[in-house]
T-cell receptor, first 116, second 109 residues
Framework: KAGVTQTPRYLIKTRGQQVTLSCSPI?????VSWYQQTPGQGLQFLFE???????NKGNFPGRFSGRQFSNSRSEMNVSTLELGDSALYLC???????????????FGSGTRLTVV | GENVEQHPSTLSVQEGDSAVIKCTYS??????FPWYKQELGKRPQLIID?????GEKKDQRIAVTLNKTAKHFSLHITETQPEDSAVYFC????????FGTGTSLTVIP
């Protein structure tokens, strides 16, 4: 089966711009989570969506937002980009959320965002 | 919420030796504990997981142990090989996945 697909793979934006990243989960997976990963840092949780509803949210400013569509595809938006937003953004899909995510997450390859 | 601590942050071992990475968690309700391996420039991939009703699980050279009473779980890699070099993340599931901060493992040939 197809894996988790993230587009685009690479993105260069200018400070102040906004950006939208896309994530298509594995077929049948209804949960999509987003993570920010910077060099030397771990996986910083952004938010999780399940059945078009945001279930959990991490400690990121309101410039970071997301949504999920009826086909489980998810988008993440970052407005008013800052240099510090440069990172690898990973999404992961799973059958359920939290304790129901038995089988774990399957990660996409990520979108590497560079803000200049 | 859950708090997952992972140690050590870096680990170097000689090829053929064993490597052990430890994680502790705080939420006694967490019941699923996966481990992910992230090679340089690649996505994290699930390598082994354990549920709270099991104390140990093995898969070839990799094993995970869980001590629910002490709230800690560990990844054991035996007979390490250079291709085991990567960053390893533990996680515990409460209402969401809580990841540890990662361990960079280097296997020296």
């Amino acid at each position: 089966k197809a894996g988790v697909t993230q587009t685009p793979r690479y993105l260069i934006k200018t400070r102040g711009q906004q950006v939208t990243l896309s994530c298509s989960p594995i077929s049948g997976h209804r949960s999509v989570s987003w993570y920010q990963q910077t060099p030397g840092q771990g996986l910083q949780f952004l938010f999780e969506y399940f059945s078009e509803t945001q279930r959990n949210k991490g400690n990121f400013p309101g410039r970071f937002s997301g949504r999920q569509f009826s086909n489980s595809r998810s988008e993440m938006n970052v407005s008013t980009l800052e240099l510090g937003d440069s990172a690898l953004y990973l999404c992961a899909s799973s059958l359920g959320t939290g304790r129901a995510a038995i089988g774990g997450y399957t990660f996409g390859s990520g979108t590497r965002l560079t803000v200049v | 919420g859950e708090n997952v601590e992972q140690h050590p942050s870096t680990l170097s071992v000689q090829e053929g030796d064993s490597a052990v990475i430890k994680c502790t968690y705080s939420d006694s309700a967490s019941n699923y504990f996966p481990w992910y391996k992230q090679e340089l420039g690649k996505r994290p991939q699930l390598i082994i997981d354990i549920r709270s009703n099991v104390g140990e699980k093995k898969d070839q050279r990799i094993a995970v142990t869980l001590n629910k009473t002490a709230k800690h779980f560990s990844l054991h890699i035996t007979e390490t090989q250079p291709e085991d070099s990567a960053v390893y993340f533990c996680a515990a599931t409460g209402n969401q996945f809580y990841f540890g901060t990662g361990t960079s493992l280097t296997v020296i040939p």
